[in-house]
């Protein structure tokens, strides 16, 4: 606590964030690829999903109905419901009110 109130100490503090910064290793690549971080849908809109065999969809705000093409099953998720498509049929994710996404697909060889 005693370094924030030292004036001298405050001066120095940037040069050594940004030696500390620069000297950091660089993270390695995710075990999967993300699309657009959060995707925002309207309602009535639709997000068209190809191949996507585990891809992963949580939903942050809203409501969404996922349905594969050609299957019979519909899935609802609300926020804090995450989904995890196990079917390669193109996947459609409809926003049933305004609705705040993420889509995550998994990283390909």
Known sequence: ?????????????????????????RPT????????????VARGSTLRVSNPEG??????????????????EDIIVEPGMPYTATKSSTMRVHAMADARCIIVRPRTA
Do not use: K, Y
């Not at 690549?29 to 925002?40: F, G, I, M, S």
């Not at 891809?55 to 019979?72: Q, S």
């Open 1 to 25: 606590m005693d370094i924030a109130l030292n004036p001298a100490a405050r001066w120095n503090a940037p040069s050594q964030w940004f030696r500390f910064s620069v000297s950091m290793p």
């Open 29 to 40: 690549a995710p075990a999967r690829a993300l699309l657009d971080p959060v995707q925002e």
């Open 55 to 72: 891809t992963e969809v949580a939903c942050l705000d809203g409501c969404l109905w996922i349905t594969h093409d050609h299957e019979a």
